[in-house]
């Protein structure tokens, strides 16, 4: 089962930028359909973005405009470029990896993933 670490949370004021990576271990990465999650105190976790093995990205509504999500191959990466940070994007933020494609529709449903990595925290100050 592939192994997933995420790095680069941290904290910033409103209007700040992050850059999110999250490293894959033990498994074919490219076959990997890959997501970002997040999740804040008290609240359900929720998709932010999601990324098929051909690049394809989908985002929740949320951050349309503001976050990017990228693969690396070559490096087993996988990436999430967040601009214009708002409080409300302050949580946990999770990569999960599926083996199997989920409907694209749905590709931001946690249950569609099986491999999740530890989280990093972002804190937004306004």
């Known amino acids: 089962q592939v192994r997933l670490v995420e790095s680069g949370g941290g904290s910033v004021q409103s209007g700040g930028s992050l850059r999110l990576s999250c490293g894959a271990y033990?498994?074919?990465?490219?076959?990997?359909?890959m997501a970002w999650f997040r999740q804040a105190p008290g609240k359900a976790r929720e998709g932010v973005a999601c990324?098929?093995?051909?690049?394809?990205?989908r985002y929740a509504d949320s951050v349309k405009g503001r976050f990017t999500i990228s693969r690396d191959n070559t490096q087993n990466t996988l990436y999430l470029q967040m601009n214009s940070l708002e409080p409300e994007d302050m949580g946990m933020y999770y990569c999960?990896?599926?083996?199997?494609?989920?409907?694209?529709?749905?590709?931001?449903?946690?249950?569609?993933?099986?491999?999740w990595g530890q989280g990093t925290q972002v804190t937004v100050s306004s």
């Open positions: 990324i098929d093995t051909d690049g394809r990205t």
């Open positions: 033990g498994d074919t990465y490219s076959n990997l359909y």
């Open positions: 999960a990896a599926s083996h199997f494609r989920p409907p694209p529709e749905w590709c931001l449903l946690s249950a569609y993933y099986g491999s």
